[in-house]
């Protein structure tokens, strides 16, 4: 079977997406944790149309939503925040890769390689449990120091998931023997997925956050567990893209060293420089980083002591400055709310704004945060604009745990920042939800918001987060009537999930709804059936030009419908890499659309399939009389491909040299399109 038929087989989604569901970053799934919820009430149903889609080579994904949150050196690392069913899609293909993978890897896990280690197809989690390979990593790093191996360094690379090079990843696809097909594909996705919220496309990089890129990542890092160099000794460990190597002395180590940065320039990735630090162990312990070794004498099974796990925090947190960052998030995560932490954590906070999301969560131990830190959290929020998810999430925090006083405030500062087309993501959702329940949006800025907010994301959340007791039930039914017809299936599951929970029904014919609503809607028995269906020739049509309206291509095309919804599925894939071939797959599917019309309108005399020539060629006959507008495109079409020099060496006519078709000529057919599905719908052909 063919990689791509394996893809999109339905056992292949279902395993895609138990291991969404069981993944065990919490951080990343709460961003989805509705949308899971709305997707799992009919997911048979929804994976087998996603199936089917995926098949008839019309699915499409999303654009990624783009989350930056600050890193340490005070730079931003970008979060790529993918649908649901483009978590599930992307997760399906690297599972094919998993599998092709692993026969050439195993062998070094948790002996050189301690990170995403694929745990197998029977397994609940997709990988293998992380702790357990951290624990083997520092317990081979203890045993190769035991062996003489006393001088180490660190390979770091820099930027890893954002540089590895889309080229580079299908050469090492190919090489485990995956079809071109495939590579194609997955590549053409992550082009989508790694591109800027400016419509900026790149040719490298792969989503940071999802499950199924840790995995990826391993097919381009594997090339450097091949590292060999005759007559060194030396130890090689990996966990990701963090590689210690130890050695017996430091002549064996720099020369491990060049060999490493040789491999990582075959491959397009680049060391960090200042993190590379040659030096000789007299502490193994000193060069490990863990949580459990020593145990925290704080922190029982059974008990937390408050008094000494304070202690250990103000001992970690010198000058409020953090010196053991894994321990310190750990510590914190254990603590109660108090005054003296709470004040200290602002001094911390000033100097390392990455540690944000563990005094976030700390902060929402608070039932109800008092004076003072409820005045500290509104005045970080009013002047913290350099980091906008660093202010999403304190409002996230603050939401419904400020006293009234300070709750006000908040919403007057919210209020005047906000903005529903031009605010970061999770920025505009954090105010939405803080304003919603405060009443400081009318219903015309909920309705326009969770309408046209550039962010399908964004879209999904604020319908999430309405309550008619605060939006009032007409406005939330006209959310409905609009969210049912979005684009984005997460965002038409949230409108149809809120239609189920206020028993409403949107009226009318659903023409226009996402079929994913209708599926959720029949699966709660809302609706009896589900009269949505997907037609290939508006999709594509609409990819090209979304100013061409959607019509009924099943009733003109009968038949023959679906060879003409793979011509044109082509014809429109082609269309922004290859114009002649796009100018080519568009005149056989005028010919297809001329003897569709003959079929249907037999006044106009008959036709033979393949012989558009005999049409074309008589700009006054009967044909060209009643459909001036489909004689125009096709002849335009079949005339342009008849002056190419990919189909003939001269232009008969003239005798001239064919030439290439150039780009300037798409925008022209856009419009000879749109002209001529305006006839036919005038003409009640479509």
Known sequence: MADLDQLRHLDNLRRAWRWIRSNPDASYKSYFRPLYQHFAVAEEALLDDLSIRLRRGFYEPEPACKIYQPKASGILRPISLLSVEDQIVYQAAVNLIAEKLRPRTVRRYNKQVFGHLYAGKSSVWFYRKWSDGYKAFNEAAREAYADGYIYTASFDLTACYDSLDHRVLRHFLNKLGLDPDFCGKLSEWLEKWTATERGIFHNHGIPQGPLSSGLLSEVVLAHFDEIKLKGVEFCYFRYVDDIRLFAKNEHDLRQLLVFLDILSKDVGLFPQSGKISIHRVYDIEDELKTISNPPETAITRMFTDQEKLLKRIIELTPRYEITNNTRFKYLLAHANPSAKLTSRLWRILEKQPEIYRSVCNYLRRYPKLPRVPAEKLVELVKTNTLYQTVRAE??????????????????????????????????????????????????????????????????????????????????????????????????ALAAGWEGYEQTYLPPGRRTGWNKSAELLMREVGVIKRSSATHCGINHALKKLDSRISEANWKKLFGARYTQAEKQIIETVAASGVNITGFVNLLDVFDDLLIDAVYQKDRTIGSYSLGKIGSVLHAPTGRFATKFPRVFELAKEVHDRRYESMASHPLIKTTGKPTKRITYKFLPKVKKLLRAALGELSTHGMV
Do not use: E
């Open 394 to 491: 304190f409002i996230s925090a603050a939401d419904d745990r400020l006293p009234d006083l300070q709750d006000k405030a908040m919403a007057v500062i919210l209020k005047k920042a906000w903005s529903p087309k031009d605010m970061h993501a999770d920025l505009q959702v954090a105010t939405g939800r803080f304003l919603i329940r405060t009443g400081n949006l009318s219903p015309n800025q909920i309705k326009y918001a969770c309408k046209v907010a550039p962010s399908w994301w964004v879209r999904a959340s604020l319908i999430n987060a309405l309550d008619p007791a605060r939006v009032g039930s007409s406005t939330l039914q006209q959310i409905i009537n609009v969210g049912v017809k979005d684009s984005c299936a997460d965002a």
